[in-house]
């Protein structure tokens, strides 16, 4: 099971707590893990991810094992720790201000 930890606007739109378990088939990369996330919540589609693009959202940011993870290509295996359920993937939503 991997862990994915949401910020609290998406976990108030999915109506659940901070952390979800999902299960992933085959590689474990940031694109199958968000596939995982928005086939089991469906209102998420859109918000982290571009509908067209598959890009990110401009203001959340993907990190795990202490990592920034936002600028890696969607493909790239995520760490094993992340991928045996040891360590969350974390979606953090970026703070601006001026």
Do not use: W
């Not at 862990?3 to 999915?14: E, K, S």
């Not at 659940?16 to 089991?40: C, F, I, K, N, P």
């Not at 936002?70 to 939503?93: C, N, Q, W």
């Amino acid at each position: 099971m991997i862990r994915v930890i949401l910020p609290q606007h998406l976990r108030t739109l999915a109506r659940v707590g901070s952390e979800v378990e999902l299960e992933v088939e085959g590689r474990v990369t940031q694109r199958s893990v968000l596939d995982a996330l928005e086939a089991r919540y469906p209102m998420l589609r859109g918000t982290i991810r571009d509908h067209v693009t598959q890009q990110r959202r401009p203001f959340l940011r993907f990190f795990a094992c202490e990592e920034d993870l936002s600028h890696e290509p969607p493909d790239a295996p995520l760490p094993d720790s992340v991928a045996s359920g040891a360590e969350p993937f974390l979606i953090i939503g970026a703070i601006a201000g001026g």
